[in-house]
């Protein structure tokens, strides 16, 4: 029978303490990290004895004894040395064994036990890393969609950093608001938009001030309650937003509850995005309404809606149109993006004229 050696000089009742200790405290399974030792080792042991031999080592979960065995195919006759043993030779370990099984050969190869010490080492701190890095990972992949509070660490060219306790996220420029200016130690709050696994199997978490959900999730009690629904959000970002909202209690006021008594709570979020106007309007299921609704502060006199291809024709009154089309045509163009429709503005001299060409184009084929 094999007489087992270990070959291991380090305490193992300590070992066996530390692995337990982790499996209660951080979640990680003592067999994986015995798994890892054992691979690791397999690995170190070839490295540092240059062997061709087929290794295996094993680490007894109780004690934390390791034992390193040469693995050879039993033969007649030896055509590989590294990988075979003769049957005679083979019987010596265990008188069970014939042509064709495998044997297994204890080492003892000299100074392993350091080795092996080191490497348990090693790959017990990896193992707390990963697993703390998976820990941070999963916590924030939770918080997706939601906002979270950090302070700049980095602002330099492009890109923001923020330290958001467990780790640092990155706000590039694409996600910040062209009017606002980032200092580092500023205190700023963010948009979780992704969180994905670097190279390293680090967290990587990117984060936006610009998205039009930035403003979805900005607090208004009722909303998170349920009883108020942002129905769209369109936003040009530290300029202009424009927010649709909807109760389906007749009782309640959307608009009066997000704007607040004397303007209190939609000013709140005003001063969080340092000045940004923003629309509170309500939706409605008639296109013609919401879309009258959406150009506010612009007046509207009347809109042609098609259904079929998602396109108004809104009149409003001349003194209302640069108001309704908005400085480089934001206003529109926000309305359009909230609404999902295509409009076209006109005033109501525009309209008219257009009518009576298209009456004289008329009468003219008619003639």
């Known amino acids: 029978m094999k007489k087992k050696v270990s070959v291991l000089a380090i305490d193992s009742t300590e070992l066996m303490m530390a692995l337990e200790e982790l499996e209660k405290d951080k979640g990680i399974k003592k067999e994986a990290i015995l798994e890892s030792i054992e691979t690791a080792l397999v690995t170190a042991y070839k490295r540092n004895f240059d062997s061709e031999e087929n290794v295996k080592v094993t680490m007894d979960g109780q ?66 890393r990963e697993e703390s890095r998976n820990l941070v990972f999963d916590e924030f992949n939770e918080r997706k969609g939601e906002i979270v509070s950090g302070i700049v660490q980095k602002a330099d060219g492009n890109i923001v950093v923020l330290d958001l306790g467990k780790l640092e996220a990155v706000m590039p420029a694409k996600e910040q608001i062209p009017t606002e200016h980032y200092h580092v130690n500023d205190k700023i709050r963010a948009y979780v938009m992704n969180v994905e696994k670097g190279l390293k199997g680090a967290p990587q978490v990117t984060v936006s001030r610009a998205c039009s959900d930035f403003v979805r999730k900005l607090e208004i009690p009722e909303i998170y309650e349920g009883v108020i629904e942002i129905k769209s959000v369109s936003r040009d970002a530290g300029n202009r937003s424009k927010v649709a909202v909807y ?121």
């Open 63 to 128: 004690t934390g004894e390791i034992h390193i065995y040469a693995v050879k195919d039993v033969v007649e006759e030896i055509e590989n040395p590294n990988t075979q043993i003769l049957l005679a030779d083979a019987k010596n370990i265990d008188s069970k064994l014939l042509v064709g099984d495998k044997a297994e050969i204890e080492l003892m190869p000299k100074n392993f036990g350091r080795i092996a010490a080191q490497t348990a080492k090693q790959i017990i701190v990896q193992k707390i």
């Open 247 to 367: 109760s389906p209690n007749e009782n309640i006021d959307p608009v009066g509850s997000c704007v607040g008594q004397k303007g209190i709570r939609i000013q709140n979020i005003i001063n969080e995005l340092n000045g940004e106007k923003i629309d509170v309007i309500e939706w409605n299921a008639d296109p013609a309404i919401y879309i009258s609704a959406a150009l506010l502060p612009a007046q509207v006199m009347a809109v042609d809606a098609h259904e079929e291809e998602k396109f108004a024709q809104v009149i409003v009154p001349d003194d209302q149109l640069s108001l309704a089309i908005g400085k480089s045509g934001q206003n529109a163009r926000l309305a359009a993006r909230l609404t999902g429709w295509k409009i076209d503005i006109k005033s109501e001299t525009q309209f008219r004229e257009m009518l009576a060409k298209q009456q004289e184009e008329t009468e003219e084929v008619e003639e």
